[in-house]
């Protein structure tokens, strides 16, 4: 196992290793200067000890043939749970096993494929606000209309999430009602950073037990408790609502939302599913909103590559504006649009909205026959492996969507399908390792949202590219290794993204 410390990059102070450990850009630079046989140990500039896992054969043992050896550190459930929820993102041994048993119907991809035409419809909705502001301004002014795009992705993927994952109407969204204006605030609070984010990061790790972290008398603290205890009178709200209108004889049987779905399949208790609707909300709407941020500030880098992909929307998809839009959506998206799937898939290589996760050993283990004592910190890092040249070739460092059309068309699985996944590997021996893409991990704990991320990806930028041209509203942003990013969870720029909007006649 090679040996590096990370003082030797002259990184020194606390921001820069919360910087390290959030954006995941530093270390990818680690892996790329230290060769090694699939782990690099790292101490941070305060001595703790961590290991970033680089190979496929590494990553298989941390995240399938072991995956529950290694749980989610305690810091890090501390941070999320008050926002995310208790649910299947933090759960850990069986609790994880069943939860996830429990709520595989509702993900699959076969249900995924039903919620297509709700997911153009609001990204249609969403496309002709948009349409309707940029035609306003170029009246007025004469000139492209500028926005910022990240704020754009992250209503409409609430949206989404309200609608196809909440079971609310669409006219909930449109009319803007109290529940929603309430999710809008709340979630505009939690993902605004502030200087108090730090102290309470300080006092996470190194000062108080987690019992008393609640009670710490910031205002930021305050802030997110109270966030924290109006998004669960929501999620009960919005449950014993769509329990209610299932037990009516008007009930619409056929709704395919994610809560409908969960309710009908059953396991679970109205305080469970609570935690489990506060995962969905979060983790099905930001990640998927930093995504589109990416797509679109690489499209507009790339104006050729944004003209084939308009080119290849408009030949296979109606107009927003028409009343059958949705008509055999799935079929056409999921078969007839191999460069719109290129790009995207290549987006979520790229830019991985979560570029950094952590596992800390639960238990004595090993990993590629290295021995892991109990409690050692491990670093999954998609935004290095993501770019491996050994796994990606030259080219990793290069957006470029065209890899994924060189290469040979495979029947599609379903990725939480895990038998299906390791046959087809048997079947494609001499490919590329599926361990070359983490961005939603794999094994047990991948991401059970990612088919549901993808699709919405796919919609959102169809209808965005469709219908509109970007290009970067300031050229000095081009060079994305002099971007500001933001820490967290997710991983966009701090300032937005404000990108020039242009209306293309004829769509």
């Known amino acids: 196992m090679a040996l590096f410390n990370l003082t030797m990059l002259n990184v020194s102070g606390l921001t820069a290793l919360i910087q390290i450990n959030m954006a995941g850009i530093s270390l990818k630079n680690v892996v790329d200067k230290v060769k090694n046989n699939g782990l690099v140990r790292y101490r941070t500039v305060i001595n703790a000890e961590r290991i ?86 170029s009246k007025i002014d004469r000139q492209p209309y500028i926005t910022d795009i990240s704020t754009w992705a992250s209503k409409v993927t609430l949206d989404i999430i309200f609608v196809a994952g909440m079971g609310q109407s669409v006219d909930s969204v449109r009319d803007q009602d109290a ?53 669960r009178d929501i999620c009960r709200q919005l449950i014993r609502q769509k329990k209610s209108d299932l037990e009516s004889e008007l009930a619409d049987k056929t709704e395919k939302d994610i809560l409908t779905v969960s309710l009908s399949y059953g396991g679970f208790t109205e305080d469970e599913l609570i935690e ?33 992909l308009r080119d290849e929307i408009r030949t296979h998809l109606r107009s927003p504006s028409s009343p059958n839009g949705t008509e055999d959506l799935a079929t056409v998206i999921d078969n007839n649009m191999p460069y719109l799937h290129a790009v995207c898939q290549e987006v979520l290589r790229y830019f991985a909205p979560v570029p950094i996760t952590f596992r800390e050993a639960a238990v004595n283990t090993s990993i590629s026959g290295t021995p892991i004592p109990a409690g050692t910190q491990i ?129």
């Open 52 to 137: 970033i896992v680089t190979t496929p054969e590494a990553l298989a043992e941390v995240l399938t043939t072991k995956s529950y050896q290694f749980k989610k550190p305690d810091i890090v459930v501390t941070a999320l749970k008050p926002i995310a929820g208790d649910g299947i993102l933090l759960a850990e041994g069986d609790q994880h096993k069943t939860q996830r048993r429990t709520l595989l119907p509702a993900f699959a991809y076969r249900h995924i494929k039903e919620l297509y035409g709700l997911m153009w419809e609001i990204s249609s909705d969403a496309v002709t606000s948009l349409t309707e502001a940029v035609s306003a301004a």
């Open 179 to 231: 529940k929603y204006r309430t999710l809008q605030s709340i979630y505009k609070t939690v993902f605004t950073q502030q200087r108090q984010d730090l102290i309470m990061f300080i006092l996470r790790i190194w000062v108080l037990p987690r019992w008393a972290l609640p009670y710490v008398p910031l205002k930021r603290n305050i802030e997110l408790g109270k966030a924290a205890k109006t998004l």
């Open 276 to 308: 489990q609707l506060l995962t969905f909300l979060v983790a099905g709407h930001e990640t998927t909103a930093t995504a589109l941020t990416w797509a679109v500030y690489v499209l507009s880098k790339n104006p050729d590559m944004q003209t084939r």
């Open 379 to 507: 670093a999954i890092v998609p935004r290095a492996t993501n770019h491996d040249k050994s796994l990606w070739g030259d080219d990793a460092r290069v957006f470029n969507p065209d890899r994924y059309l060189s290469q040979a068309k495979q029947p599609h699985v379903d990725p939480l399908d895990e038998v299906a996944h390791v046959e087809n590997s048997k079947k494609n021996a001499g490919t590329r390792s599926n361990y070359a893409t983490l961005t939603f991990l794999h094994g047990p704990r991948s991401c059970i949202g990612q088919s549901f991320s993808k699709s919405e990806l796919a919609i959102l930028l169809a209808t965005l590219v469709g219908r509109f041209e970007f290009a970067l509203a300031d050229e000095s942003m081009r060079d994305e290794t002099k971007l500001k990013l933001r820490r967290g969870a997710t991983n966009r720029p701090i300032n937005g993204m404000n990108v020039k909007i242009t209306l293309i006649e004829g769509w």
